[in-house]
T-cell receptor, first 114, second 111 residues
Framework: ETGVTQSPTHLIKTRGQQVTLRCSSQSGHNTVSWYQQALGQGPQFIFQYYREEENGRGNFPPRFSGLQFPNYSSELNVNALELDDSALYLC?????????????FGPGTRLTVT | KQEVTQIPAALSVPEGENLVLNCSFTDSAIYNLQWFRQDPGKGLTSLLLIQSSQREQTSGRLNASLDKSSGRSTLYIAASQPGDSATYLCAVRLDTDKLIFGTGTRLQVFP
């Protein structure tokens, strides 16, 4: 059983560009959540997907968008990058939306916006 | 609005000490509480998950307690080792979706 994987590991982009980050859920998990972690802070919830539908969103602007695919892998897209988008982006998967299930986190993607 | 606070922000101790990390939250209507470990620049490793109906969970040298009514959780680390050096994050889960994290306690255990 493989864990949660994310790609790429590191990414450097210029302000105004667009970026796509990818996440593969742990086997059998149908729920994926994305978090942004700025340096020295705790992760902040961006949004969650359950069976390919967005199910909850944090306080992030619409230029943060996502997708979940039939195999439950997921993408996070950020348009019009700003300097403050520089952070570690984490995805987490869990077995189901409801129930006493842990969220399992991937290693993260470090995004630097210059 | 749920807020999660962790005290202390940083801790430096000699090897062998028993440690207590504190986490407090403002709204007791939580689904569960999870403690994580994060090594520098890395993802999160789940340490312990306590359901809202539980009082504590143990794994090896780690013990986490939960007092929902007072909005507090503690993580107890017995006989600390240099390999325990990391940032420890607590997070509360609301209903079916997001985790709300504290800012973490940065722990350094020196030989």
């Amino acid at each position: 059983e493989t864990g949660v994987t994310q790609s790429p590991t590191h990414l450097i982009k210029t302000r105004g560009q667009q970026v796509t980050l990818r996440c593969s859920s742990q086997s059998g998990h149908n729920t994926v959540s994305w978090y942004q972690q700025a340096l020295g802070q705790g992760p902040q919830f961006i949004f969650q997907y359950y069976r390919e539908e967005e199910n909850g969103r944090g306080n992030f602007p619409p230029r943060f968008s996502g997708l979940q695919f039939p195999n439950y892998s997921s993408e996070l897209n950020v348009n019009a990058l700003e300097l403050d988008d520089s952070a570690l982006y984490l995805c987490a998967s869990s077995l189901a939306l409801i129930g006493p299930y842990e969220q399992y986190f991937g290693p993260g993607t470090r995004l630097t916006v210059t | 609005k749920q807020e999660v606070t962790q005290i202390p922000a940083a801790l430096s101790v000699p090897e062998g000490e028993n440690l207590v990390l504190n986490c407090s939250f403002t709204d007791s209507a939580i689904y569960n509480l999870q403690w994580f470990r994060q090594d520098p620049g890395k993802g999160l490793t789940s340490l312990l998950l306590i359901q809202s109906s539980q009082r504590e969970q143990t794994s090896g040298r780690l013990n986490a307690s939960l007092d929902k009514s007072s909005g507090r959780s503690t993580l107890y680390i017995a006989a600390s080792q240099p390999g325990d050096s990391a940032t420890y994050l607590c997070a509360v889960r609301l209903d079916t979706d997001k985790l709300i994290f504290g800012t973490g306690t940065r722990l350094q255990v020196f030989p």
